[in-house]
């Protein structure tokens, strides 16, 4: 089976820096595309950014754009997420998920990824 395990999470202030790393420690899976989604208490699962495996074609959602980026490792399915200026706002608990297809239209929506980590937990401090 596919396990996608997250690491990197923290507490960290406002303004500060951190980078999530999402691997593969299941069988081998070239993913059509993986991605990062948030959960904050009593919230549903907010898309983050993605990134199509083909082509490397980045999407990030508004509220994380030009603030964090998302990068790969083709060879090692390894996805990871490098956030800057970090926002109270971006307390939650972060997943990291993979594509088997990849649809435009979906690339955004929890229901194009097959896969998901357990997530890593988010604190920024204020």
């Known amino acids: 089976q596919v396990q996608l395990v997250e690491s990197g999470g923290g507490l960290v202030q406002a303004g500060a820096s951190l980078r999530l790393s999402c691997a593969n420690s299941?069988?081998?899976?070239?993913?059509?595309?993986m991605g990062w989604f948030r959960q904050a208490p009593g919230k549903d699962r907010e898309y983050v950014a993605a990134?199509?495996?083909?082509?490397?074609?980045?999407y990030y959602a508004d509220s994380v754009k030009g603030r964090f980026t998302i990068s790969r490792d083709n060879a090692k399915t390894t996805v990871s997420l490098q956030m800057n200026s970090l926002k109270p706002e971006d307390t939650a608990v972060y997943f990291c998920?993979?594509?088997?297809?990849?649809?435009?239209?979906?690339?955004?929506?929890?229901?194009?990824?097959?896969?998901w980590g357990q997530g890593t937990q988010v604190t920024v401090s204020s």
């Open positions: 998920a993979a594509a088997q297809y990849f649809n435009t239209v979906l690339v955004t929506r929890t229901t194009m990824y097959a896969y």
């Open positions: 299941g069988r081998t899976l070239t993913p059509a595309a």
């Open positions: 990134i199509r495996w083909r082509d490397g074609s980045t």
